[in-house]
């Protein structure tokens, strides 16, 4: 058989393999992003893809590659260093981590939610891993103090632990199927102080804003709103599907013989039942909004919009990473 022709330097991996402007496009490289499997990969061929994807945007093909394998090495680069800073990320803050870690915890929650000690362990077990994700897939090259971390960590917590004992109390009064809906209502509620709270440095001072090929236009706070609602929306909706659908599914069980029998079991079977649901979930709503979201130069700061005006005249959109 005859060597095989390299493939073209010109394949742009710096985008997506699939078209960004449709759901489902997105939702083919969130499946991919997300994919549990990445975590099993071992430093070697972790090491291997990130000298493949480095190369190659210098130019440099790694002899006998196809062009399946240079997505698969994107991939693969993509689930492990910071799109900004190119740092290794924390194995449990990856997004291929997401389906597993959440599943364990958040079927835990919604199993032990019954007492106080559980609901507050639980919560900020569950509080202490969306800190570690959002540090770790923070936008943007800004660090973020250590001060900043603790605030919205300590707030984050206890918003979850005040709404869940809070509700708990109320739901004693009603039937328990709504009881069981609790630890849905305090991760929303942690979510919308959590997230704003570890990006407030991205509000305060915004995050880059570029052109339509990437030349940085400034900064912009407004941008950062945007980006950051479209998170917390993506955020509670992706834990929706996990929390809501098994509880229904878990109250009948409960009443027939074989967890009566087994209750012990309960944790397990919830668990497994979030995890169904997070495998689609997750990919699906981080594939709402595109990851390069824009906006109109006419919405930015007034300041922000003379730069742009003055420098790039005929700049309308500008577009921004919106973090995950």
Not at 3 to 9: K, N, V
Not at 22 to 30: D, E
Not at 55 to 68: N, R, S, W
Request: include cysteine.
């Amino acid at each position: 058989m005859a060597a095989e022709c390299t493939i073209s330097t010109s394949i742009n991996i710096k985008e997506p393999r699939w078209d960004q402007g449709t759901f489902v496009g997105r939702a083919k490289h969130f499946f991919t992003v997300t994919d549990p499997r990445n975590i099993l990969l071992s430093n070697e061929q972790l090491e291997k893809a990130r000298h493949i994807i480095l190369d190659y945007k210098k130019g440099v093909v790694t002899p006998g590659l196809t062009e399946d394998e240079l997505w698969r090495a994107k991939y693969v680069f993509d689930s492990a260093f910071h799109p900004d800073t190119g740092e290794k990320m924390l194995l449990i803050g990856r997004m291929s981590a997401q389906v597993p870690m959440n599943m364990t915890i958040t079927g835990c929650m919604m199993t032990f939610y019954r007492t106080t000690p559980a609901v507050l362990f639980w919560q900020w077990i569950n509080q202490s891993f969306n800190a570690i994700v959002n540090y770790t897939n923070r936008s943007g090259d800004a660090p973020i103090t250590v001060n900043q971390l603790g605030t919205a960590y300590v707030s984050a917590t206890t918003g979850a632990v005040a709404t869940a004992l809070g509700l708990n109390a109320l739901a004693k009064h009603v039937s328990p199927l709504i009881g069981r809906f609790v630890p849905f209502a305090a991760v929303a509620a942690a979510n919308c102080i959590n997230i704003p709270l570890m990006r407030q440095r991205e509000l305060k001072h915004g995050i880059p804003v570029t052109d339509e090929n990437d030349n940085r236009l400034g900064e912009s706070s407004k941008a950062a709103q945007q980006a950051i609602t479209q998170v917390v929306v993506s955020r509670i909706l992706m834990a929706s599907p996990g929390m809501a659908i098994p509880p229904f599914l878990m109250n009948s069980l409960e009443k027939k013989a074989f967890l009566k029998r087994f209750p012990w079991m309960s944790a397990p079977i919830q668990v497994g039942l979030v995890g169904f649901c997070l495998v689609f979930a997750t990919p699906l709503c981080c594939a709402l909004f595109p990851q390069k979201s824009s906006m109109a130069v006419s919405r930015l700061e007034a300041e922000l919009q003379e730069k742009i005006r003055a420098s790039h005249p005929g700049v309308e959109t500008v577009y921004f990473n919106k973090g995950l």
